[in-house]
Every structure is written in structure tokens, then in C-alpha cells.
């Protein structure tokens, strides 16, 4: 299914969701539509949220409050729009009763709970780096830091890309006016743990991703912004030990069912 949002601008609150199945049909039309010109202003950052159907938005500052919309398919295959409003209670157990916190994105992790990638004013622990990565239980209204911590790369975040099962971290740095080679990281979003690293050096040339073919795939673009004669791409994707398996087996037999294979894999334990 693809989503396509539409939304207007300054003092145009207009803002509509239209879903489509996938892939296109000639003369498609919407499986669902959503219409609205009262829960969006031109304050709010639009992002998607998991790999099923659901949007998200959220204004850029959440000092006293968290809050952000979603919509999605999930639980009512004709849509359903939900507000959420939470106390802001991350800097409670460093002392720090009030902070500025600048939410940059957000993502769903498990049902019902979500990433929160922030900047905030926060000051640094003597004992421990500083996290500003929080989770938050969208029932409950429990905040806390994420488990993944980068610590003294935390403060050099310069992009996150939600890839469905995991999700994209990059850093950057620089010497004397020149980039420097900095961490990718990649996150399991359900288990909050790093795991794969690349690095990479920050350019001049224009950076674009887009979902691949599944949805845990980017296909990273860069070229030189202008007379643009030459474009790089990238597909990237983490694969746990179990895709792995399954890749090699379908390449040693192409016969084999793999539906089958997929549910044998999925029975196997890798973590002894």
C-alpha cells in the first residue's frame, strides 16, 4: 500500500492522506482517503511511522508536552486519527524539572510505542553520556531513554532514516574546515541495539533516500547539486542471521517453497 499526502501552506490547513494499493492499477483510486483542516498547520513535520500504513506529525518543540497526531489502517481498515498528549518528563531524573527539547523525528518501534529522536538542552551526566533518544509507550505516557546510547557521537547526529526493522543513525565531523571518515549507525528498533556500523565522510553533494523494493530498504542517492551529469546510488538494507540463511538456500535451490523456508527460519533460535 502507498500512502500520498497532500497538505497546504501558510495558513492553509488543509491536509489529506490517500491510500493506494500497490502496485498501481491503471485509473486507480483511493483504497481509503482522509480529509482535514483541523488537525494540521504548517507548524507541524509529517513523517511516516512503520512500514503498515500509519503517518505521523508533531510541531518541532515539545518543552512541557509531548504531543503528536498518527493515523493509520491498523486497527480500522478505514482509518482512524488519534492525538496524543504526554507531560515532558525526561530531565526529572537528572535534576532538571524543565528542558528544551527539539523533536527532529519519530518513529514507531513496537505497537503503540515510539522512537524520539531530540536535541535538548540537557546537560551532561558526570557519571554518563548524554542520551537524547527517548521511547515513549504511547498508552501509558512512559518516557524513557532509549537503550542504544552513541555517546560522545550523540552530540554529532546529522540524519536518522526509520528503515522498517531497523533504523539508520549517521554522524558527522570535521578537522581544519575538512570532513572527516564518522560512524553509521543501524539500530534494531525492537530489540534498541546497534547492530551493524559503517562509516562514511560527510560531502558537498546533494543526499536523497528512498524506500526500496521491501520495507526494510533505503536506496541512498548523491549527486552535485546543478548541472547534474552523474548520479550514485546506493541500496542499502541490514539482514539479520535468518534472511541470510534463507538467501543462500533459495540461491542452492531455486524450487524450494519460500513461504516454507521463511517459517522454518523464523522457529530457529541464533542467539546461542
Known amino acids: 500500500m502507498v500512502c500520498i499526502r497532500e497538505n497546504g501552506r501558510y495558513n492553509d490547513n488543509r491536509f489529506k492522506l490517500s491510500y493506494f494499493a500497490y502496485p498501481f492499477e491503471p485509473n486507480a483510486k483511493p483504497v481509503v482517503q482522509w480529509f482535514s483542516e483541523e488537525h494540521w498547520t504548517h507548524e ?20 512541557e508536552n509531548w504531543e503528536f497526531f498518527v493515523y493509520d489502517l491498523r486497527e480500522n481498515p478505514k482509518g482512524e486519527v488519534k492525538k ?19 523533536l527532529k523525528t519519530m518513529w514507531e518501534i513496537r505497537p503503540n510505542e515510539y522512537m524520539l529522536v531530540c536535541d535538548t538542552d540537557r546537560t551532561k551526566p558526570e557519571d554518563a553520556p548524554i542520551n537524547n533518544n527517548y521511547v515513549i509507550d504511547a498508552k501509558t505516557g512512559n518516557c524513557r531513554e532509549s537503550k542504544f546510547n552513541f555517546k560522545e557521537r550523540q552530540e554529532f547526529l546529522i540524519d536518522q532514516k526509520y528503515m522498517g526493522p531497523t533504523s539508520m543513525f549517521r554522524t558527522f565531523d570535521f578537522e581544519a574546515g575538512n570532513p572527516l571518515e564518522t560512524p553509521v549507525y543501524y539500530i534494531n528498533n525492537e530489540t534498541e541495539e546497534i547492530v551493524a556500523e559503517e562509516t562514511w565522510k560527510c560531502s558537498y553533494l546533494f543526499k536523497y533516500e528512498f524506500p526500496g523494493f521491501d520495507g526494510g530498504m533505503v536506496i541512498e542517492s548523491q549527486f552535485e547539486n546543478g548541472d547534474v551529469t552523474e548520479v550514485t546510488v546506493d541500496p542499502k538494507k541490514v539482514m539479520d542471521p535468518k534472511e541470510i540463511y534463507m538467501h543462500f538456500m533459495l540461491g542452492i535451490n531455486p524450487d524450494f517453497d519460500s513461504d516454507l523456508l521463511e517459517t522454518v527460519t523464523e522457529m530457529i533460535d541464533y542467539s546461542k
Open 44 to 63: 507541524y513535520l509529517v513523517r511516516k511511522a512503520n512500514n503498515h500504513s500509519q503517518i505521523c506529525w508533531y510541531k518541532g518543540r515539545h518543552d
Open 84 to 102: 496524543y498528549t504526554f507531560p515532558n518528563k525526561v530531565g526529572e531524573p537528572y535534576g532538571m524539572n524543565k528542558i528544551q527539547c527539539a
